[in-house]
């Protein structure tokens, strides 16, 4: 029986709808060595810094601008933006009452590229022949389900989602995350899919997770990959993770087929994982953003008209097995039919949809009316119009930003607590912090350069310290102190 605990692969799709597929990049079991080597030295780029997670999968920072997406001959002019210009409206809600597990949290300690840099999984040899074999799987699958909602069977797939067909610019879900046994030739899986078109002018993105042993040379563990993005009914280009030129990853900590965990315990511990992927309003590119991190975006270039180039008519959520037709199915979900609830049978909630208005107002200074935007927990608070800033000012933008705590107190009193009132050498959970800042830098957002300049007035009572290595909280600005100044 295989551990509960053992942890699993986010599963991103990446982009088949454009790929010219070069007869030399049709990978078969029977290629030599040679040509393996050859598409690997053309997949990995180089390294400016690497990781070796404790799974045994090594992580590259590589160089922004080249990615294995630039490959692609429609972004070879491609501009980067490293941050989406608009947020949706999540405007359709069908799940008002539901019950949250915890959301994974992302750990990679110690892993942290540097700027101007992007962290990709390296791919290896046994990844190239295995990643084969999954997309032969579905090679011969035209359609994702009938229209009729229906579950449905087709050459050895197993269906159980749940459709909104209707026009869409994006959804957003919650996955619930388990670890069902399979075989070598069989997989299970979980995702969120995003779709356009019919036949061979079908286009999709998903995002979810897929257990399949043969992903690592280990079989005794589980892993996941893309379930896929096809461009023509799924029959030539589907294809995964960064295996398939076109998606711009912009993260620094998530990459494509990063394993993540825990998983769920069957009545024990719930797991889950929101996963949004939406449609730019201004630039058309779709975003992907996971644990609220931007991951990346498939550049809106890549898509037809008939396809996802003006949005979606189909948002699928659920569960898909496949098995050899002569095997029996492998398990879906925790193996348990929905009748048993919640703890015991797989889920997804929290599921919204942009339908209507694309999008809202930017989250940072409007690129387009120049407003200054105050959001707070993701929502739009309102704005500082323009027309109240000189071209001296903000009318122009800012020359300065600055992070921390600030106390006042009369000249003939001692100074009040900052913070929680401890020094920042006390660290997490002791002294307060800000984290998680970012500035934008022309028109797109970024992780400020470092060092940041750090300053106390008073450092005998007060002080500021950065932290770049504690987890979750690494590149935090700890500040505070007691007080007790005149």
């Known amino acids: 029986m295989i551990s509960s605990m053992k ?49 045994g999968d090594i992580l590259d920072c590589i160089d922004i601008n080249k990615q294995l997406a630039f490959d692609h001959p429609l972004l070879k002019n491609h501009s980067i933006q490293l941050m989406p210009t608009t ?25 942290s590229c540097p700027s101007g840099t992007v962290v990709v999984k390296r791919i290896t040899q046994e990844d190239l022949i295995q990643a084969q074999r999954l997309k032969s799987m579905g ?47 069989q997989f299970s899986s979980s995702s969120m899919l995003i779709a356009q078109g019919s036949k061979k002018q079908f286009q999709s993105i998903r995002a979810g997770w897929i257990v399949y042993q043969w992903l690592n040379q280990n079989h005794s563990r589980f892993a996941c990959t893309p379930i896929g993005l096809y461009a023509d009914g799924f029959i030539k280009t589907g294809c995964y993770n960064i295996l398939c030129p076109g ?24 797991y889950e994982v929101g996963i949004r992927i939406y449609k730019d309003g201004y630039t058309g590119d779709w975003w992907l953003v996971v644990y609220d991190e931007n991951v990346g975006y498939w550049p ?30 492998p398990s879906m979900g925790s193996g348990h039919f929905p009748s048993e609830g919640y703890s015991k049978a797989a889920y997804v909630n929290n599921f919204k949809v942009v339908k209507g208005s694309v999008a809202s107002k930017p989250p940072f200074p409007d690129g387009y009316t120049g407003d200054w935007w105050l959001v707070v ?8 119009p323009n027309s109240l800033f000189t ?10 930003v600055a992070y921390g705590g600030e106390v006042f107190s009369p000249v003939n009193e001692k100074s009040p607590s900052m913070g929680s009132g401890h020094f920042p050498s006390e660290g997490y959970s002791k002294a307060a912090y800000v ?24 450092p005998n009572c007060y002080k500021a310290s950065l932290i770049r290595k504690r987890k979750a909280w690494y590149n935090a600005i700890f500040f505070g102190g007691p007080g007790g100044c005149i």
């Open 435 to 458: 984290n998680n800042f970012k500035v934008v830098k022309g028109s797109v957002a970024s992780k400020p350069p470092f060092p940041v300049k750090l300053f106390s007035s008073t």
């Open 247 to 270: 998606f711009v990853q912009v993260s620094t900590r998530i990459p494509l087929g990063m394993l993540f965990g825990p998983v769920s315990i069957y009545d024990g511990p719930q």
């Open 7 to 55: 942890l699993i692969l986010l599963t991103f799709s990446a982009l088949g709808l454009i790929i010219v597929a070069k007869r030399d990049r049709t990978l078969s079991l029977e290629k030599d060595g040679k040509e393996l080597v050859r598409l690997l030295t053309s997949i990995n780029k180089p390294a400016i810094k690497s990781f070796q997670t404790e799974r």
């Open 300 to 329: 809106n270039s890549l898509f037809t008209k008939a396809g996802l180039g003006h949005g979606a008519s189909l948002v699928a959520y659920g569960g898909e097995v496949f098995s050899p037709v002569n095997e029996k199915s």
């Open 391 to 400: 071209k001296a000012g903000l009318g122009h933008g800012a020359s300065l």
């Open 377 to 384: 927990y993701d929502e739009n608070v309102g704005y500082w």
């Open 139 to 185: 090679s011969e699958y035209s359609r994702h389900i009938s229209l009729e909602g229906k579950n449905i069977e087709l050459t050895g797939f197993h269906f159980a989602v749940a459709e909104y067909r209707y026009s869409v610019f994006g959804a957003k879900v919650n996955l619930s995350i388990w670890e069902p046994e399979v075989s070598p030739t």
């Open 87 to 111: 947020i949706p409206k999540w405007n359709i809600n069908n799940n008002k009452n539901a019950k949250n597990a915890d959301s994974v949290p992302f750990q990679q300690d110690g892993i």
